[in-house]
């Protein structure tokens, strides 16, 4: 079974800094694909990203990138100078071909005017 | 396109008693899951449905169930509400089936039992 571990369980930092949340993931299978959402307080789960397993290559859009790295299972996101807007819960997810979605248990980021 | 739409935002019920909550997906898409979020459990897949056939089912007891209609809105139910099923209950539309798309959320219902 597919495995998601967000270690970091809140982050606080000081608007402008950069920030990196980790997530690491279990699974035997070499076709998945992984997600990041972001859950504001509002509630709603907001899709970031998804990259499927054979594609390796980092992202950048606009403060945020990801770096997946299969050699080590992570694909952990930064957030370059972080905003008050940017605090949120952020989750990230994995989900094999037709299996549902299983989720980290979220990294609550703090960014602090 | 509008997103998906969650009815009703909120709801109070009282132990025993029976819920119904409803998803209308993004036009187009005709997946759509469900998931309970619990401060304790996190965010847990109850069912999934593509094109009114259940897909795949999370492990909840029978109380919860749900179906699709043919213009892909969804319906969850739960009978018998216990305490613990206060939560915050999220559904997601998809366009396809399979982990190549994205799932998109509604704001989701916050269910609180009393």
């Known amino acids: 079974a597919q495995k998601v571990t967000q270690a970091q369980t809140e982050i606080s930092v000081v608007e402008k800094e950069d920030v990196t949340l980790d997530c690491v993931y279990e699974t035997r299978d070499t076709t998945y694909y992984l997600f990041w959402y972001k859950q504001p307080p509002s509630g709603e789960l907001v899709f970031l990203i998804r990259r499927n397993s054979f594609d390796e290559q980092n992202e950048i859009s606009g403060r945020y990138s990801w770096n997946f790295q299969k050699s080590t299972s992570s694909f952990n996101f930064t957030i370059t100078a972080s905003q008050v807007v940017d605090s949120a819960v952020y989750f990230c997810?994995?989900?094999?071909?037709?299996?549902?979605?299983?989720f980290g248990k979220g990294t609550r980021l703090s960014v602090i005017a | 396109k509008a997103g998906v739409t969650q009815t009703p935002r909120y709801l109070i019920k009282t132990r025993g008693q029976q819920v119904t909550l409803s998803c209308s997906p993004i036009?187009?898409?005709?997946?759509v899951s469900w998931y309970q979020q619990t401060p304790g459990q996190g965010l847990q897949f109850l069912f999934e449905y593509f094109s009114e056939t259940q897909r795949n089912k999370g492990n909840f007891p029978g109380r919860f169930s749900g179906r699709q209609f043919s213009n892909s809105r969804s319906e969850m139910n739960v009978s018998t509400l216990e305490l613990g099923d206060s939560a915050l209950y999220l559904c997601?539309?998809?366009?396809?089936?399979?982990?190549?798309?994205?799932?998109?959320f509604g704001p989701g219902t916050r269910l609180t039992v009393t």
């Open positions: 997601a539309s998809m366009y396809g089936t399979g982990g190549f798309y994205e799932q998109y």
């Open positions: 997810a994995v989900r094999l071909g037709n299996t549902p979605l299983v």
């Open positions: 036009s187009g898409h005709r997946s």
